[in-house]
């Protein structure tokens, strides 16, 4: 339980910047390397590389070395993961806002 929670710290703490967040939804169209990840962004190679390092870390990308290339792809298995721990949390939300309508509707 505590390398899930570690992993899913990572994973939230990565999705938590805006930047990290357009470079997986990229990356869930198609697989690009660090350069052409780059080029769309007004930051330097060496931020974009960092943002990269950080979602590699949270086993949301996967690089791969082709060439002088690394290209990177999504990983999403770790979305799913992370989804289905959050999935829980809305269950039970639902049954506890469920709960207090039928109670607000019987008084």
Not at 37 to 63: G, N, P
Not at 73 to 98: C, G, H, I, N, Q
């Amino acid at each position: 339980m505590v390398e899930y929670t570690f992993n899913l710290d990572l994973v939230f703490h990565s999705l938590a910047d805006p930047t990290r967040r357009n470079i997986l939804e990229r990356l869930s169209k198609q697989s690009m390397s660090v350069g052409q990840l780059a080029h769309d962004y007004d930051l330097t190679f060496a931020a974009v590389s960092k943002h990269v390092k950080v979602m590699e870390r949270a086993r949301l990308v996967i690089k791969q070395r082709r060439g002088k290339e690394q290209i990177v792809s999504a990983a999403p298995s770790t979305v799913k993961d992370a989804s289905e721990y959050l999935r829980r949390y809305e269950a039970m939300w639902s049954e506890r806002f469920d709960a207090l309508d039928e109670y607000l509707k019987s008084n």
